[in-house]
């Protein structure tokens, strides 16, 4: 039965039938060809699968991005980050970087970061000057961070189908993204310096004082919700539900910048990402629930310690299948069927779920942005009106950059689950 879902699947795959239909059809298939399980078991796992109290943080915190999004935080933003960086070398792009983390505190998505950003800076990047493939290139690789810094839908797929703790995984992420963001800060410096791209007038004090003070309501939601998490006074899926709140109190009443005829479009815009996020869910569910009927998961952790029971291979090996599975997988659908079958042998080798957690996210991260399936790339590309191989080209840096940082977060634990521990 393994055999037959997995052949259907990748041809599915192949066919560019979607993501969740390729699974959920192949999943039905290999029921049906076994013939010992009632088909009405397709509807009961998948149902199963997001009967789940902590997946409700899902909609609650798509709906909080996107309010947040039509309520003036994506410009505030900005100008908050290009007055105290806009005046380095390649300060706009710089500014993409710093926007990028501040708006990853509040969207929990790789692929709205990038295009409620994009939108507004790719266009002013090229207008400076800029190369349109290191301009698309580089709102691309930020939007990453869209899913490294909490709060991360993936991590909260990640908490649920591992059975970790979320508000763990939302403290893990913390460092890895800001290591990451000044990694990506680094290297802009270089190329821009390399390149000559231009600066940004020097911010006054004054004007630095009013950036922040028009921001500060933007800032304050990140420190609300993530406070409230670790100060133990609401769990996530509470923490969501709030961050709706705050978004729509700053978003009509303060700011003033969503009005009666937007309320529509954004619930819309909202439904449509919740309903896509959970039909892979619970397709990847049903998937989960066969695979793990074929003992494939022991099958799994067999290949590898008969390989080497050296943890260090064993993370490499990982690295390198986690690399590949993002260039042609979506990142939800590839945590909800990877978890459950590389978990148990990363802690069998004594690796700490949460740290494995962030490898496999980071990793997952990287996939957004390279070729072929790279969701940030097309998004980036499309507003930078280039071809996916231009784009590509101008993410050559980066791509070097990332992967020395994903194997220091690999090998050094600390710097996942070290913030962490100062708190218990």
Not at 213 to 231: D, N, Q, T, W
């Amino acid at each position: 039965m393994a055999i037959i879902l997995m052949v259907c699947m990748l041809v599915f795959f192949a066919l560019s039938v979607p993501i969740a239909v390729s699974i959920g059809l192949a999943s039905a298939i290999a029921l049906w060809w076994d013939g010992s399980t009632p088909l009405i078991v397709l509807v009961q796992r998948s149902f199963t699968s997001i009967d789940s109290f902590p997946l409700m943080a899902i909609p609650f915190f798509i709906l909080a991005g996107t309010l947040m999004e039509y309520g003036g935080i994506s410009k505030r933003l900005i100008n908050l980050a290009n007055a105290f960086t806009g005046h380095l070398p390649g300060g706009l792009a710089i500014v993409t970087i710093v926007t990028a983390m501040f708006f990853s505190a509040i969207s929990g998505s790789s692929a709205a970061t990038t295009a409620a950003l994009g939108s507004m800076l790719i266009p002013g990047m090229i207008k400076r000057g800029y190369d349109a493939k290191f301009a698309g290139a580089t709102q691309a690789v930020a939007g990453e961070l869209g899913i490294i810094i909490p709060p991360s839908i993936p991590m909260i797929l990640y908490g649920v189908t591992a059975s970790v703790s979320i508000g763990d995984l939302f403290m893990a992420g913390f460092v890895p993204g800001i290591l990451i963001g000044f990694a990506l800060i680094m290297t802009v410096l270089v190329i821009a310096k390399k390149k000559g791209y231009k600066r940004e007038p020097k911010r006054s004090v004054k004007e630095r004082l009013i950036a922040i003070k028009e921001s500060f309501l933007a800032l304050l939601m990140p420190v609300i919700i993530l406070g409230g998490i670790y100060g133990g006074i609401f769990t996530p899926t509470e923490a969501a539900g709030v961050a709706v709140g705050y978004a729509f109190i700053v978003g009509v009443f303060v700011y003033k910048e969503i009005k009666l005829n937007n309320l529509v479009k954004i619930f819309t815009q909202s439904t449509v990402t919740t309903a896509t996020i959970m039909f892979i869910i619970a397709s990847a569910g049903l998937f989960g629930w066969i695979i793990t009927r074929a003992n494939v998961p022991q099958a799994v952790a067999e290949f590898f310690i008969n390989i080497s029971d050296n943890p260090v291979i064993f993370l490499l090996l990982v690295n390198l299948f986690l690399l590949i599975v993002g260039m042609f997988m979506e990142t939800n659908a590839s945590i909800i069927i990877l978890a459950p079958l590389l978990l148990p042998v990363a802690t069998q080798l004594g690796i700490d779920p949460v740290h494995f957690g962030i490898i496999m996210i980071v990793n997952l991260a990287l996939g957004m942005c390279t070729p072929p399936l790279g969701v940030n790339l097309f998004i980036s590309s499309q507003i930078a009106k280039i071809r996916l191989d231009q784009i590509s080209k101008g993410m050559l840096p980066y791509y070097a950059v990332l992967l020395v940082t994903l194997m220091l977060l690999t090998f050094i634990p600390q710097l996942s689950i070290g913030l962490g521990s100062l708190f218990k």
